[in-house]
């Protein structure tokens, strides 16, 4: 019983970030299932959220602040798209990285520039900020609703890619880019739409994330973001229940990490990447991921 | 083992019950193949009858399902199914091999087995004779220190030298400072052999070298590959398609279908088997 | 074709001997604070880091995030072993003047800084080597990560410091010649950088010129390819990334010469991410495309742009516009072209031969001759 109630508080936190790990690299796995892009901006766009919310909420009202965020949000990812991928359609993979990176970077110092370099206070939601208690150990109430919020999210994906016809073409054009363009699939419009979907569950998963948290920073979305495409590359990318599950296994890992004291504190981050590279090595497609083998 | 190899006669390369599984689908069924000393011996069989997989089999790029491949005498690769292959596996001989032997491709090349590649394969922002240059790397005597402060001003003068002698008798030598990707088809198909040369085989692997060229191109080309099987002494197995290269140039014929071997004989012997006719063309319902 | 590169060689030594006596005149008469100084320094150290980072993503083709975490275990090798006994106790001032009770020359502590890096460069390339390029990518981000963590842990306090500050080891100013008063006499201060860094770019582009430089290339170009001619992909890779990484730990070390102070903080992926974009806006494949994208880059954040950050740019007076992070916006939106509609950079995969320019002046003066004449 010690042992529950002392644990518990880390493992209920563990599951809500390990939720809002999921919803971010759901946006990871689906790109790279897509375009086998890494990106790197997607952690950026998660913290650009999180900034819109700050200023929003300062101007109007949360109800009206709430959609405005995700609106943008989307139309942000939805922008980086076009602009810094698309016309790299067809050169080598590396060029395509290096201008995600660049993106990050750009967003990066966009947001030092408008934030000017301070720390911005992230306002509290009123009823997913309450405190409330379970089993006796008392935690937010973003904590329960997290987890649940990320199932109904996920069931609703997996449905749309299920059973409709965008869905569809989505699936053809993660199993052959080319063909499918043959096929007379419009790649342009299904690389939109996962991007879209990608930075809708970043900017829900930023909402929750940073409701945790008091402020927010230029550089807060690349620790969350680099942990959730750990966890996309743990699930096998590509893979969306590989993602999900993935992303659980970080966010509950690190904070029973977290509970050993101070000095772990430090390394509840390096975990992740030992994690990584262990799956790397002893599974290298991930959990769910698919083999393929090169053509000679 | 190996003494009884080698008293056989003079033979460079042999596959044993070669075969290699990917999934559920069998791409090499239980091949068994030999090539003598000097030879020049064909592999030919529908596309997708498995002899790139062969191929690369034999050449270490992908590790064979269950079977064994022989190079004078030594076994340089050896595998039986393992793991999730154990239940999945639907070929043939299964338990008769224990052993695994499994080498990268480069060891394979250094003990002078020497490949090209169906779709050309070329250092393409390198010059024709840097491609021909790579390939003196592995036999030059220097490590990295020696390399990088020209301690090896011999070895690396050595190279050149026989790169450019090579390229001279390869007729390649004035295009030296083109780029590769530059090349005419042809051109980078000869550039390609050449490159194989210059790994100094004695065993060489040939795909699909006539892939692309026209009746005229061809026919220099079987000139040309017996020219150099006698010029270097080589032995070589190639996969071609071209019937004509086939039947002018190899002394024995293997042929594949849906991974199993189907017939095996001298070029006259093949062109008159049902079988490899029907391989070929089809069955005639009711013919 | 022979002579043409004795020549070529020869002039561009010239080039660099002018360089060096330039720096070394520069340095004598203009006052030490000179922002050009503070350009010269840290660009000629961006300079080495880019030209390792380009031996691997340029030469070798491997897309490897870790110079930030090889540049950090560079430095903290540096001012650990060069932190002078005497200052042990005041910098180490929570963990009792630390386990280290020696100093080390710094010629041999930079050289152990390079060690330290490739040794651990040697380690990790065991498992993460294997891997295709963008897992590469991510996994050697993960290792400077964890490389970091475990310099911030204060159970190796006594030997990193934790997370404090490491400083009071030798800077660049411990180059400058002084009297017995400790005036300076001959500045060295940007000098000796750049004979180190020099002499570093000089054994990457004679190892680029080899027989492995060649198999780099051809890893790069085509592995399949390149192993069916001999070369083993593990040991070469490997071998690029441990020397990339040696001369990256070397550059840390001069980072943490120029900075005075390490903090394992400031490692972070976005100093990769600059020398990854110093390496794209050179051209990927280029040293000297690396070495002016170096300078022109510092140059950019730490001199020509800096009035986009403090209120006035190009005499326009602006400050609600140009404010602290404006330079960094304006940058960033410079190198997103870049890599967007000039994606091969300055040089693309060509070098800057003295032999070039020496041409390109005598077309133009052929040019004038020949118009003189009509």
Same mark, same amino acid.
């Given at each position: 019983?010690?042992?529950?109630?002392?644990?518990?508080?880390?493992?209920?936190?563990?599951?809500?970030?390990?939720?809002?790990?999921?919803?971010?690299?759901?946006?990871?796995?689906?790109?790279?299932?897509?375009?086998?892009?890494?990106?790197?901006?997607?952690?950026?766009?998660?913290?650009?959220?999180?900034?819109?919310?700050?200023?929003?909420?300062?101007? @109007?009202?949360?109800?009206?602040?709430?959609?405005?965020?995700?609106?943008?949000?989307?139309?942000?990812?939805?922008?980086?798209?076009?602009?810094?991928?698309?016309?790299?359609?067809?050169?080598?993979?590396?060029?395509?990285?290096?201008?995600?990176?660049?993106?990050?970077?750009?967003?990066?110092?966009?947001?030092?520039?408008?934030?000017?370099?301070?720390?911005?206070?992230?306002?509290?939601?009123?009823?997913?900020?309450?405190?409330?208690?379970?089993?006796?150990?008392?935690?937010?109430?973003?904590?329960?609703?997290?987890?649940?919020?990320?199932?109904?999210?996920?069931?609703?994906?997996?449905?749309?890619?299920?059973?409709?016809?965008?869905?569809?073409?989505?699936?053809?054009?993660?199993?052959?880019?080319?063909?499918?363009?043959? @096929?007379?699939?419009?790649?342009?419009?299904?690389?939109?739409?996962?991007?879209?979907?990608?930075?809708?569950?970043?900017?829900?998963?930023?909402?929750?994330?940073?409701?945790?948290?008091?402020?927010?920073?230029?550089? &807060?979305?690349?620790?969350?973001?680099?942990?959730?495409?750990?966890?996309?590359?743990?699930?096998?990318?590509? &893979?969306?229940?590989?993602?999900?599950?993935?992303?659980?296994?970080?966010?509950?890992?690190?904070?029973?990490?977290?509970?050993?004291?101070?000095?772990?504190?430090?390394?509840?981050?390096?975990?992740?990447?030992?994690?990584?590279?262990?799956?790397?090595?002893?599974?290298?497609?991930?959990?769910?991921?698919?083999?393929?083998?090169?053509?000679? | 083992?190996?003494?009884?190899?080698?008293?056989?006669?003079?033979?460079?390369?042999?596959?044993?019950?070669?075969?290699?599984?990917?999934?559920?689908?069998?791409?090499?069924?239980?091949?068994?193949?030999?090539?003598?000393?000097?030879?020049?011996?064909?592999?030919?069989?529908?596309?997708?009858?498995?002899?790139?997989?062969?191929?690369?089999?034999?050449?270490?790029?992908?590790?064979?399902?269950?079977?064994?491949?022989?190079?004078?005498?030594?076994?340089?690769?050896?595998?039986?199914?393992?793991?999730?292959?154990?239940?999945?596996?639907?070929?043939?001989?299964?338990?008769?091999?224990?052993?695994?032997?499994?080498?990268?491709?480069?060891?394979?090349?250094?003990?002078?087995?020497?490949?090209?590649?169906?779709?050309?394969?070329?250092?393409?922002?390198?010059?024709?004779?840097?491609?021909?240059?790579?390939?003196?790397?592995?036999?030059?005597?220097?490590?990295?220190? &020696?390399?990088?402060?020209?301690?090896?001003?011999?070895?690396?003068?050595?190279?050149?030298?026989?790169?450019?002698?090579?390229?001279?008798?390869?007729?390649?030598?004035?295009?030296?400072?083109?780029?590769?990707?530059?090349?005419?088809?042809?051109?980078?198909?000869?550039?390609?052999?050449?490159?194989?040369?210059?790994?100094?085989?004695?065993?060489?692997?040939?795909?699909?070298?006539?892939?692309?060229?026209?009746?005229?191109?061809?026919?220099?080309?079987?000139?040309?590959?017996?020219?150099?099987?006698?010029?270097?002494?080589?032995?070589?197995?190639?996969?071609?398609?071209?019937?004509?290269?086939?039947?002018?140039?190899?002394?024995?014929?293997?042929?594949?279908?849906?991974?199993?071997?189907?017939?095996?004989?001298?070029?006259?012997?093949?062109?008159?088997?049902?079988?490899?006719?029907?391989?070929?063309?089809?069955?005639?319902?009711?013919? | 074709?022979?002579?043409?590169?004795?020549?070529?060689?020869?002039?561009?030594?010239?080039?660099?001997?002018?360089?060096?006596?330039?720096?070394?005149?520069?340095?004598?008469?203009?006052?030490?604070?000179?922002?050009?100084?503070?350009?010269?320094?840290?660009?000629?150290?961006?300079?080495?880091?880019?030209?390792?980072?380009?031996?691997?993503?340029?030469?070798?083709?491997?897309?490897?995030?870790?110079?930030?975490?090889?540049?950090?275990?560079?430095?903290?090798?540096?001012?650990?072993?060069?932190?002078?006994?005497?200052?042990?106790?005041?910098?180490?001032?929570?963990?009792?003047?630390?386990?280290?009770?020696?100093?080390?020359?710094?010629?041999?502590?930079?050289?152990?800084?390079?060690?330290?890096?490739?040794?651990?460069?040697?380690?990790?390339?065991?498992?993460?080597?294997?891997?295709?390029?963008?897992?590469?990518?991510?996994?050697?981000?993960?290792?400077?990560?964890?490389?970091?963590?475990?310099?911030?842990?204060?159970?190796?306090?006594?030997?990193?410091?934790? &997370?404090?500050?490491?400083?009071?080891?030798?800077?660049?100013?411990?180059?400058?010649?002084?009297?017995?008063?400790?005036?300076?006499?001959?500045?060295?201060?940007?000098?000796?950088?750049?004979?180190?860094?020099?002499?570093?770019?000089?054994?990457?582009?004679?190892?680029?010129?080899?027989?492995?430089?060649?198999?780099?290339?051809?890893?790069?170009?085509?592995?399949?390819?390149?192993?069916?001619?001999?070369?083993?992909?593990?040991?070469?890779?490997?071998?690029?990334?441990?020397?990339?990484?040696?001369?990256?730990?070397?550059?840390?070390?001069?980072?943490?010469?120029?900075? @005075?102070?390490?903090?394992?903080?400031?490692?972070?992926?976005?100093?990769?991410?600059?020398?990854?974009?110093?390496?794209?806006?050179?051209?990927?494949?280029?040293?000297?495309?690396?070495?002016?994208?170096?300078?022109?880059?510092?140059?950019?954040?730490?001199?020509?742009?800096?009035?986009?950050?403090?209120?006035?740019?190009?005499?326009?007076?602006?400050?609600?516009?140009?404010?602290?992070?404006?330079?960094?916006?304006?940058?960033?939106?410079?190198?997103?072209?870049?890599?967007?509609?000039?994606?091969?950079?300055?040089?693309?995969?060509?070098?800057?031969?003295?032999?070039?320019?020496?041409?390109?002046?005598?077309?133009?003066?052929?040019?004038?001759?020949?118009?003189?004449?009509?």
């Amino acid at each position: 019983m010690d042992l529950i109630s002392k644990y518990l508080p880390y493992i209920l936190a563990g599951i809500s970030v390990g939720g809002q790990y999921a919803l971010i690299a759901i946006g990871y796995t689906m790109v790279y299932g897509i375009l086998r892009l890494i990106n790197f901006a997607h952690g950026d766009i998660f913290m650009a959220a999180g900034l819109i919310m700050i200023y929003l909420a300062a101007t @109007m009202p949360l109800a009206i602040a709430l959609p405005f965020v995700i609106i943008i949000t989307v139309f942000i990812g939805f922008a980086v798209e076009r602009v810094a991928y698309k016309p790299l359609r067809t050169a080598p993979r590396m060029s395509v990285m290096i201008s995600a990176i660049g993106v990050s970077y750009l967003i990066q110092n966009l947001a030092l520039y408008v934030t000017g370099g301070l720390a911005k206070t992230y306002p509290s939601i009123p009823w997913i900020s309450d405190t409330i208690k379970i089993f006796g150990s008392t935690t937010k109430r973003v904590t329960v609703i997290t987890p649940i919020l990320t199932v109904v999210l996920i069931a609703a994906l997996v449905l749309l890619i299920k059973t409709t016809k965008i869905g569809m073409a989505m699936r053809a054009v993660s199993k052959d880019f080319d063909t499918s363009q043959l @096929m007379g699939i419009k790649i342009n419009t299904v690389i939109s739409v996962t991007f879209i979907i990608g930075t809708f569950l970043a900017a829900v998963g930023s909402l929750l994330y940073f409701s945790n948290y008091t402020a927010i920073v230029p550089t &807060s979305g690349a620790m969350p973001g680099l942990k959730a495409f750990v966890a996309a590359v743990f699930g096998g990318i590509g &893979s969306i229940p590989g993602a999900v599950i993935g992303a659980f296994i970080i966010g509950i890992c690190e904070n029973i990490i977290k509970s050993g004291g101070s000095s772990w504190t430090t390394f509840s981050d390096a975990f992740t990447f030992v994690l990584l590279i262990v799956i790397l090595f002893v599974k290298p497609t991930g959990l769910f991921g698919e083999k393929a083998t090169d053509k000679v | 083992m190996s003494e009884e190899t080698k008293s056989t006669n003079n033979c460079v390369l042999k596959l044993e019950d070669l075969t290699m599984q990917f999934g559920g689908v069998i791409a090499v069924n239980d091949l068994n193949l030999e090539v003598n000393q000097g030879e020049i011996v064909a592999l030919i069989g529908p596309n997708g009858a498995g002899k790139t997989t062969a191929f690369n089999c034999i050449t270490g790029v992908y590790e064979p399902t269950n079977g064994k491949v022989t190079y004078l005498g030594n076994t340089i690769v050896e595998n039986h199914p393992q793991g999730k292959m154990k239940k999945l596996y639907t070929g043939e001989n299964d338990g008769k091999y224990s052993n695994v032997v499994s080498q990268t491709p480069d060891k394979i090349t250094k003990i002078g087995i020497a490949r090209t590649f169906q779709n050309i394969r070329l250092f393409k922002s390198m010059t024709v004779f840097e491609n021909v240059l790579i390939a003196k790397h592995l036999h030059m005597k220097q490590n990295v220190f &020696s390399a990088t402060f020209r301690i090896n001003r011999a070895e690396e003068k050595r190279a050149r030298m026989e790169t450019e002698s090579l390229l001279e008798e390869q007729g390649l030598l004035h295009l030296r400072d083109e780029l590769a990707a530059g090349l005419p088809y042809g051109l980078q198909r000869r550039l390609e052999i050449a490159r194989a040369l210059a790994t100094s085989p004695k065993l060489l692997l040939l795909d699909e070298p006539a892939a692309g060229m026209n009746p005229q191109e061809t026919q220099e080309l079987s000139d040309f590959i017996k020219q150099i099987r006698d010029k270097y002494n080589l032995t070589i197995l190639m996969i071609e398609h071209h019937m004509d290269l086939v039947m002018y140039i190899s002394e024995r014929i293997y042929v594949l279908d849906f991974g199993k071997l189907i017939a095996t004989g001298t070029p006259a012997e093949i062109q008159n088997n049902q079988r490899v006719i029907e391989a070929y063309l089809g069955v005639a319902e009711d013919a | 074709m022979k002579t043409n590169n004795k020549k070529n060689s020869l002039l561009t030594i010239f080039i660099l001997i002018g360089v060096f006596v330039l720096v070394f005149v520069l340095e004598q008469i203009l006052p030490a604070n000179a922002m050009l100084f503070t350009v010269l320094q840290k660009g000629v150290i961006y300079a080495l880091v880019a030209v390792s980072m380009n031996l691997l993503n340029g030469f070798t083709g491997l897309f490897s995030l870790g110079q930030a975490g090889f540049m950090l275990i560079g430095a903290y090798c540096y001012g650990i072993f060069t932190i002078p006994v005497l200052e042990r106790a005041s910098v180490y001032q929570y963990f009792d003047g630390g386990i280290i009770k020696f100093a080390l020359p710094v010629p041999i502590a930079l050289i152990l800084a390079g060690l330290a890096a490739a040794v651990f460069a040697a380690l990790i390339g065991i498992p993460v080597l294997r891997l295709k390029s963008d897992y590469l990518a991510i996994a050697t981000l993960g290792f400077a990560e964890i490389i970091r963590a475990i310099f911030q842990w204060d159970k190796l306090g006594p030997v990193t410091n934790g &997370s404090n500050l490491l400083r009071k080891f030798p800077s660049f100013n411990d180059f400058n010649i002084t009297d017995a008063n400790g005036a300076v006499i001959i500045r060295m201060s940007t000098l000796v950088p750049f004979i180190i860094v020099g002499i570093c770019v000089l054994i990457i582009v004679l190892l680029i010129n080899s027989s492995y430089g060649r198999a780099f290339k051809a890893i790069r170009d085509d592995e399949v390819a390149a192993e069916a001619m001999g070369i083993n992909l593990f040991k070469h890779k490997e071998m690029s990334f441990v020397i990339s990484s040696f001369f990256a730990g070397v550059g840390g070390a001069l980072l943490a010469m120029y900075q @005075m102070t390490i903090q394992a903080s400031a490692f972070k992926s976005n100093m990769t991410y600059e020398i990854l974009l110093v390496v794209v806006i050179g051209g990927i494949g280029s040293v000297t495309g690396s070495c002016i994208g170096s300078f022109l880059f510092i140059a950019c954040s730490e001199w020509w742009l800096r009035g986009l950050d403090s209120g006035t740019f190009l005499g326009i007076n602006a400050p609600v516009i140009f404010r602290s992070g404006f330079r960094k916006v304006v940058f960033a939106v410079i190198i997103m072209a870049i890599v967007l509609f000039y994606r091969k950079g300055l040089m693309g995969e060509n070098e800057f031969s003295a032999y070039g320019i020496r041409n390109f002046f005598l077309r133009i003066f052929n040019k004038k001759k020949g118009e003189a004449k009509k």
